[in-house]
């Protein structure tokens, strides 16, 4: 069924000015359940950039990534009516963006084609902070993103969601289905990897 | 290239693959919520319409093609007809054991028929069949004929010595 706000206008004109800073998420839910489209569009504010973020991490193109935002938001929209708040919102949302960016790649025949994994992992070597910055090394940080490139997609997704310091393991787990566990032996299966192949190239102190 | 502990590459590997993640949202999504709910909903109404107007124009051809179909007769039942189990006559109707119309169904022309055909019969009586017993006296034993002993002689056997086979045994 669909939420009472589907028949009405959206974006609807303002109506009295509300500070939506201190509710929380399930009143906005609540509130947009109701029929109130300015609590869904505080919704879309407050968590467009993590679905954003979570798209591009199953489509590593930021067009893809951003069509598949939008798909999911208008999703979660039109299926608001049936969120029970077993979960929270964020989580309900950013399973319902994976799913949409998921079958977005399975589709997209051209996908191969647009992640252009060796420019990104210029890229990365560019942007890349923290250790790297300290080591110096464009070239290492370019080989670990071609490896990550390179593992199985249930391995990458793992470690690029859960890296991306977005997300916690939970949401990582409701994300991608599987249980928290799993998700991170995932990350751990995936670092090892990672680092086998830096060693096959002399990266790895053997000492 | 410089060899690096395994510490170390776990922090890089972190940090790569945020990278890799991490980017900006250029523009706000909602303009382009919006847009996409408001044609949605424009486009409710005309899918309603549609929808209505097909289920009634496929309406419509499934009535006039019933009634259209060749042998279609509206049939009006006598009054009692159906209390004394005789099927409804239609005035002008063929007999029984006419030929139907080749559009109707076999099953229902060959149910037409032997109801009609049941209406019109006579009942036969059927008179019940008498079954006599059989009575065991043991005439039929003594007459059989006794049975005949045959006698089989003893076969003579000869014993046989090697010797004499001569060169037939090795």
Same mark, same amino acid.
């Given at each position: 069924?669909?939420?009472?706000?589907?028949?009405?206008?959206?974006?609807?004109?303002? $109506?009295?000015?509300?500070?939506?800073?201190?509710?929380?998420?399930?009143?906005?839910?609540?509130?947009?359940?109701?029929?109130?489209? $300015?609590?869904?569009?505080? *919704?879309?504010?407050?968590?467009?950039?993590?679905?954003?973020?979570? +798209?591009?991490?199953?489509?590593?193109?930021? !067009?893809?990534?951003?069509?598949?935002?939008?798909?999911?938001?208008?999703?979660?929209?039109?299926? *608001?009516? %049936?969120?029970?708040?077993?979960?929270?919102?964020?989580?309900?949302?950013?399973?319902?963006?994976?799913?949409? +960016?998921?079958?977005?790649?399975?589709? *997209?025949?051209?996908?191969?084609?647009?992640?252009?994994?060796?420019?990104?992992?210029? $890229?990365?070597?560019?942007?890349?902070?923290?250790?790297?910055?300290?080591?110096? !090394?464009? !070239?290492?940080?370019?080989?670990? +993103?071609?490896?990550?490139?390179? *593992?199985?997609? /249930?391995?990458?997704?793992?470690?690029?969601?859960?890296?991306? $310091?977005?997300?916690?393991?939970?949401?990582?787990?409701?994300?991608? /289905?599987?249980?928290?566990?799993?998700? /991170?032996?995932?990350?751990?299966?995936?670092?090892?990897?990672? /680092?086998?192949?830096?060693?096959?190239? %002399?990266?790895?102190?053997?000492? | 290239?410089?060899?690096?502990?395994?510490?170390?590459?776990?922090? =890089?590997?972190?940090?790569?693959?945020?990278?890799?993640?991490?980017?900006?949202?250029?523009?706000? @999504?909602?303009?382009?919520?919006? =847009?996409?709910?408001?044609?949605?909903?424009?486009?409710?109404?005309?899918?309603?319409? &549609?929808?209505?107007?097909? =289920?009634?124009?496929?309406?419509?051809?499934?009535?006039?093609?019933?009634?259209?179909?060749?042998?279609?007769?509206?049939?009006?039942?006598?009054?009692?007809?159906?209390?004394?189990?005789?099927?409804?006559?239609?005035?002008?109707?063929?007999?029984?054991?006419?030929?139907?119309?080749?559009?109707?169904?076999?099953?229902?022309?060959?149910?037409?028929?032997?109801?009609?055909?049941?209406?019109?019969?006579?009942?036969? =009586?059927?008179?019940?069949?008498?079954?006599?017993? @059989?009575?065991?006296?043991?005439?039929?034993?003594?007459?059989?004929?006794?049975?005949?002993? &045959?006698?089989?002689?003893?076969?003579?056997?000869?014993?046989?010595?090697?010797?004499? @086979?001569?060169?037939?045994?090795?």
């Amino acid at each position: 069924m669909a939420p009472a706000f589907f028949f009405s206008r959206y974006p609807t004109v303002d $109506g009295p000015a509300r500070s939506t800073r201190c509710v929380t998420d399930d009143e906005l839910v609540r509130l947009a359940q109701a029929g109130d489209a $300015g609590a869904f569009d505080q *919704l879309v504010v407050r968590h467009q950039a993590a679905v954003f973020r979570a +798209a591009l991490a199953a489509l590593r193109a930021r !067009e893809d990534a951003e069509e598949a935002a939008q798909d999911a938001l208008v999703r979660a929209w039109k299926n *608001l009516a %049936g969120f029970r708040g077993q979960s929270s919102f964020r989580t309900w949302l950013l399973a319902i963006a994976w799913n949409r +960016a998921i079958s977005r790649r399975r589709s *997209l025949a051209a996908w191969f084609a647009r992640r252009a994994p060796l420019a990104d992992a210029d $890229g990365v070597a560019g942007c890349a902070a923290g250790p790297l910055d300290a080591l110096g !090394e464009r !070239e290492l940080a370019r080989q670990i +993103a071609a490896a990550i490139e390179q *593992l199985s997609p /249930k391995l990458r997704d793992a470690l690029l969601l859960a890296q991306s $310091g977005d997300y916690g393991y939970d949401e990582v787990a409701a994300m991608l /289905k599987v249980p928290v566990g799993t998700v /991170k032996w995932r990350v751990s299966d995936a670092r090892r990897r990672v /680092k086998q192949r830096l060693s096959a190239l %002399g990266y790895v102190n053997r000492d | 290239m410089e060899p690096h502990d395994s510490r170390d590459l776990d922090g =890089a590997i972190d940090d790569v693959a945020r990278a890799m993640t991490t980017s900006v949202l250029a523009r706000d @999504l909602r303009p382009a919520i919006a =847009a996409r709910v408001a044609a949605r909903r424009r486009s409710w109404p005309i899918g309603w319409r &549609v929808a209505t107007m097909g =289920a009634a124009m496929a309406a419509v051809a499934v009535a006039v093609a019933v009634v259209s179909r060749p042998g279609f007769e509206p049939q009006a039942a006598p009054p009692g007809a159906e209390a004394r189990g005789v099927p409804p006559v239609v005035a002008g109707a063929p007999p029984p054991s006419t030929v139907t119309p080749r559009t109707a169904r076999p099953d229902r022309v060959a149910r037409q028929t032997i109801d009609r055909a049941a209406a019109a019969a006579e009942v036969v =009586a059927i008179r019940p069949v008498a079954i006599v017993p @059989l009575a065991d006296d043991g005439a039929g034993l003594e007459e059989m004929e006794p049975t005949r002993v &045959v006698e089989i002689a003893p076969i003579d056997v000869e014993p046989v010595r090697i010797s004499e @086979l001569g060169e037939l045994v090795e």
